[in-house]
């Protein structure tokens, strides 16, 4: 087991003419020794680069990889001992189960014949795939060929893990379940673990901490709720959490922020912490807005355009003016025993405490919502 | 206007008759196919001396049927004594000559396909321009190639006299069997290239990050994957080979290395006439080899063109 560091890791794509893409761009970080880290991000935003960059099937344009003390630039895919699990599985189809699990031991270990066995036995009661041992993986479910995937990686014993979107190509409930055992097994190995997923509800339920990354570039890392309740930034804060927090594009005027259909008065505390910009985006999550009675301060009428009942919550999406064809709305979940129909007029009451500042032109995080101190969030946070 | 609706026995009677017409038409082409061989066939068993010439496509029932010929195997033994130089020569030319070119056509498709290298594409453009080259144009060339460049002959005397079953001759064979390895090179890298990329890029990263080195990959988890399409190189390469006769008047020109096809082009021809029954028989025993290729691969085959 080691830890995993990139420093200052770049890469770019070039086919010899100008048009040079630049995949990933100075990503920093550093995977502790048995940590779980999630990288999410869109499609398209270099988290499988960087993960194929340490597996060394993508070379290094720039910066410096290392697992230990070890720097593994340079050093092959196979020396590196890295075991990855692949989207596709990647199984070897003419092979049986035990004869993909057997292969890398034999190609990369000098181990014997019958030490190579009890190896794989071992991962496969590990991973309950015992009695799959002599099926061909064309016999297999995606359920069951995704067991043997991790199998395959297990049975090496490798440094650190990378899985690329291994719980993609499985149905909804299965991918529950998968997460689940998944986390136990990387508990219970207490291997090194980089994890790519786009899926944001695997970001937040399976990593230790979770790097965003977007167009090539690492936006935060973090444990999930430091990222769900303290984002770095405004594509953070859109990113974590479904649905997604609602954005306004409000201007700074005196302590008071104007946005197109609200004024909305600041408090001294905030106020002081967004220094002299002006141009800001307001955010909030869908679950802090709550509706109320009266309008106030910050409290607004809107109008109910559609509700999305969910069973235990409603998602209602509201608008100030329902006349257009296309109304501008934004998200409240509210509990699913609340009442809501379309068409009713509501009043959004936007808490201060919840609200997100961001400046516009750098999409930074001026101030985050408050947490309360006494609530155990905060303590989980700061406990990082 | 309209029409009536469609009754039950409308609806029945059309496919029926679609139907009908089809078998009929399936059969004539059967028997358009089969009557030659047949023909050749029934010919084959009939005695030269009573050989008339008038049904050949009737089975020789002489004092039965009169003017059908008699009975005889007489042919078959005289083809076999006629060809078995030439089969012998042709089956040590086909089989090399056949495993090499897909063999050697596997490799360079996977050297050019899963491995990644700069320059690969215009390696794999000189591969493709082979396929178009034109036998008539290589000829000269090639004559010239073996006879006067290359010192094969010579470096075959002291081999003759140090190894049995080794004659003089075989340099003949040798040059044969390099030259339908290399003209057969291209088509195969081409069928063998088209298998390869679709085989998944993932598992082959997979494969190397188990540690299996470019040579290891090939041999444990390429190779065995392209048996079906090794099943469609080896029956359309055996079959060239053994049916070619160009490259082989070419090269062996005439004598003891002579095959099949060659010894088949004189048979049963004299100048007392044509010996037509010994002909058929000639040209029965000669294609019998292909189709026994076809059996043993056929399975194999459909799947390599399925896939």
Same mark, same amino acid.
């Given at each position: 087991m080691?830890?995993?560091?990139?420093?200052d890791?770049?890469?770019?794509? @070039? *086919?010899? /003419?100008?048009?040079?893409?630049?995949? %990933?761009?100075?990503?920093d970080?550093?995977? !502790? =020794?048995? $940590?779980?880290?999630?990288?999410?991000?869109?499609?398209?935003?270099?988290?499988?680069?960087?993960?194929?960059?340490?597996?060394g099937?993508?070379?290094?344009t720039?910066?410096?990889?290392?697992?230990?003390?070890?720097?593994?630039?340079?050093v092959?895919?196979a020396?590196?001992?890295?075991?990855?699990?692949?989207?596709?599985?990647?199984?070897?189809p003419?092979?049986?189960?035990?004869?993909?699990?057997?292969?890398?031991?034999?190609?990369?270990?000098?181990?014997?014949?019958?030490?190579?066995?009890?190896?794989?036995?071992?991962?496969?009661?590990?991973?309950?795939?015992?009695?799959?041992?002599?099926?061909?993986? @064309? *016999?297999? /479910?995606?359920?069951?060929?995704?067991? %043997?995937?991790?199998?395959?990686?297990?049975? !090496? =014993?490798? $440094?650190?893990?990378?899985?690329?979107?291994?719980?993609s190509?499985?149905?909804?409930?299965?991918?529950?379940?998968?997460?689940?055992?998944?986390?136990?097994?990387?508990?219970?190995?207490?291997?090194?673990?980089?994890?790519?997923?786009?899926?944001?509800?695997?970001?937040?339920?399976?990593?230790?901490?979770?790097?965003?990354?977007?167009?090539?570039?690492?936006?935060?890392?973090?444990?999930?709720?430091?990222?769900?309740h303290?984002?770095?930034?405004?594509?953070?804060?859109?990113?974590?959490?479904?649905?997604?927090m609602?954005?306004f594009?409000?201007?700074?005027?005196?302590?008071?922020?104007?946005?197109?259909?609200? *004024?909305?008065?600041?408090?001294?505390?905030?106020?002081?912490?967004?220094?002299?910009?002006?141009?800001?985006?307001?955010?909030?999550?869908?679950?802090?807005?709550?509706?109320?009675?009266?309008?106030?301060?910050?409290?607004?009428?809107?109008?109910?355009?559609?509700?999305?009942?969910?069973?235990?919550?409603?998602?209602?999406?509201?608008?100030?003016?329902?006349?257009?064809?296309?109304?501008?709305?934004?998200?409240?979940?509210?509990?699913?025993?609340?009442?809501?129909?379309?068409?009713?007029?509501?009043?959004?009451?936007?808490?201060?405490?919840?609200?997100?500042?961001?400046?516009?032109?750098?999409?930074?995080?001026?101030?985050?919502?408050?947490?309360?101190?006494?609530?155990?969030?905060?303590?989980?946070?700061?406990?990082? | 206007?309209?029409?009536?609706?469609?009754?039950?026995?409308?609806?029945?009677?059309?496919?029926r008759?679609?139907k009908?017409?089809?078998?009929?038409?399936?059969?004539?082409?059967?028997?358009?196919?089969?009557?030659?061989?047949?023909?050749?066939?029934?010919?084959?068993?009939?005695?030269?001396?009573?050989?008339?010439?008038?049904?050949?496509?009737?089975?020789?029932?002489e004092?039965?049927?009169?003017?059908?010929?008699?009975?005889?195997?007489?042919?078959?033994?005289?083809?076999?004594?006629?060809?078995?130089?030439?089969?012998?020569?042709?089956?040590?030319?086909?089989?090399?000559?056949?495993?090499?070119?897909?063999?050697?056509?596997?490799?360079?498709?996977?050297?050019?396909?899963?491995?990644d290298?700069?320059?690969?594409?215009?390696?794999?453009?000189?591969?493709?321009a082979?396929?178009?080259?034109?036998?008539?144009?290589?000829?000269?060339?090639?004559?010239?190639?073996?006879?006067?460049?290359?010192?094969?002959?010579?470096?075959?005397?002291?081999?003759?006299?140090?190894?049995p079953?080794?004659?003089?001759?075989h340099?003949?064979?040798?040059?044969?069997?390099?030259?339908?390895?290399?003209?057969?090179?291209?088509?195969?890298t081409?069928?063998?290239?088209?298998?390869?990329?679709?085989?998944?890029?993932?598992?082959?990263?997979?494969?190397?990050?188990?540690?299996?080195?470019?040579?290891?990959?090939?041999?444990?988890?390429?190779?065995?994957?392209?048996?079906?399409?090794?099943?469609?190189?080896?029956?359309?390469?055996?079959?060239?080979?053994?049916?070619?006769?160009?490259?082989a008047?070419?090269?062996?020109?005439f004598?003891?290395?002579?095959?099949?096809?060659?010894?088949?082009?004189?048979?049963?021809?004299s100048?007392?006439?044509?010996?037509?029954?010994?002909?058929?028989?000639?040209a029965?025993?000669?294609?019998?080899?292909?189709?026994?290729?076809?059996?043993?691969?056929?399975?194999?085959f459909?799947?390599?063109?399925?896939?």
């Open positions: 080691a830890a995993l560091t990139l420093a890791v770049t890469k770019v794509f @070039s *086919d010899g /003419s100008d048009d040079a893409v630049i995949a %990933v761009d100075g990503v970080m550093e995977i !502790r =020794d048995g $940590e779980f880290l999630v990288l999410v991000g869109p499609s398209g935003c270099g988290k499988s680069t960087t993960l194929r960059m340490i597996a099937l993508e070379s290094v720039q910066g410096e990889i290392r697992l230990g003390d070890r720097r593994i630039n340079d092959a895919p020396d590196r001992n890295i075991a990855m699990v692949f989207q596709s599985y990647a199984l070897y003419h092979m049986t189960v035990r004869e993909n699990m057997s292969f890398g031991l034999e190609e990369s270990t000098g181990m014997a014949d019958a030490e190579v066995a009890a190896t794989v036995e071992e991962s496969a009661s590990m991973m309950g795939i015992e009695e799959l041992l002599d099926r061909k993986p @064309s *016999d297999l /479910s995606g359920g069951q060929q995704q067991r %043997v995937a991790l199998g395959r990686a297990i049975v !090496r =014993d490798p $440094e650190a893990f990378l899985m690329d979107e291994p719980l190509n499985l149905d909804a409930k299965l991918r529950a379940t998968m997460r689940t055992e998944l986390q136990r097994i990387q508990e219970e190995l207490g291997v090194t673990t980089v994890y790519v997923t786009h899926d944001q509800t695997e970001a937040m339920t399976m990593g230790d901490r979770i790097a965003v990354l977007d167009e090539g570039v690492l936006q935060q890392v973090g444990t999930p709720l430091e990222c769900y303290e984002p770095a930034n405004r594509f953070v804060a859109g990113f974590i959490g479904e649905p997604s609602n954005f594009d409000v201007e700074r005027q005196g302590t008071r922020l104007v946005a197109d259909r609200f *004024d909305y008065p600041l408090s001294e505390a905030t106020h002081a912490a967004l220094g002299d910009t002006t141009e800001l985006a307001l955010g909030i999550r869908p679950e802090d807005i709550e509706l109320v009675g009266e309008p106030g301060d910050h409290a607004f009428e809107t109008v109910v355009d559609v509700v999305e009942p969910m069973g235990d919550a409603n998602a209602c999406y509201l608008t100030f003016d329902r006349s257009g064809t296309d109304p501008e709305t934004f998200v409240a979940t509210v509990g699913g025993m609340q009442q809501v129909e379309a068409g009713q007029p509501a009043v959004a009451h936007l808490p201060e405490s919840a609200i997100h500042l961001f400046d516009r032109a750098t999409g930074e995080a001026l101030r985050n919502r408050d947490l309360p101190d006494d609530d155990g969030v905060q303590q989980a946070v700061r406990s990082d | 206007m309209s029409f009536p609706p469609a009754t039950e026995e409308d609806r029945l009677v059309g496919p008759v679609r009908v017409a089809l078998y009929i038409v399936l059969s004539g082409m059967v028997l358009f196919y089969l009557i030659p061989i047949e023909t050749g066939l029934m010919t084959a068993i009939t005695s030269p001396e009573s050989y008339t010439g008038q049904t050949p496509f009737l089975p020789p029932l004092p039965l049927v009169p003017g059908t010929g008699e009975f005889s195997l007489e042919a078959w033994g005289g083809a076999l004594d006629g060809l078995s130089g030439g089969l012998v020569n042709s089956l040590v030319l086909v089989v090399p000559a056949t495993v090499l070119s897909g063999l050697l056509g596997s490799m360079a498709a996977y050297g050019l396909t899963t491995v290298w700069r320059g690969q594409v215009g390696i794999y453009v000189l591969f493709i082979g396929i178009f080259i034109p036998y008539q144009a290589v000829l000269v060339p090639l004559t010239q190639f073996w006879y006067n460049v290359v010192p094969l002959r010579t470096a075959f005397v002291p081999l003759a006299e140090l190894l079953l080794v004659r003089e001759y340099w003949k064979l040798v040059a044969l069997i390099i030259t339908h390895t290399a003209y057969g090179l291209p088509i195969c081409l069928l063998f290239r088209a298998h390869y990329k679709k085989l998944s890029g993932e598992m082959i990263e997979a494969a190397r990050l188990d540690g299996a080195s470019v040579t290891t990959i090939y041999r444990r988890i390429i190779l065995p994957l392209s048996i079906p399409m090794f099943a469609v190189v080896f029956i359309y390469q055996f079959t060239q080979i053994w049916n070619d006769l160009l490259f008047l070419t090269i062996i020109q004598g003891d290395a002579s095959v099949v096809t060659m010894d088949l082009v004189g048979i049963g021809v100048q007392s006439g044509t010996n037509f029954p010994l002909r058929m028989a000639a029965l025993l000669a294609a019998l080899p292909t189709l026994v290729v076809y059996v043993l691969f056929g399975d194999k459909a799947e390599g063109v399925a896939t």
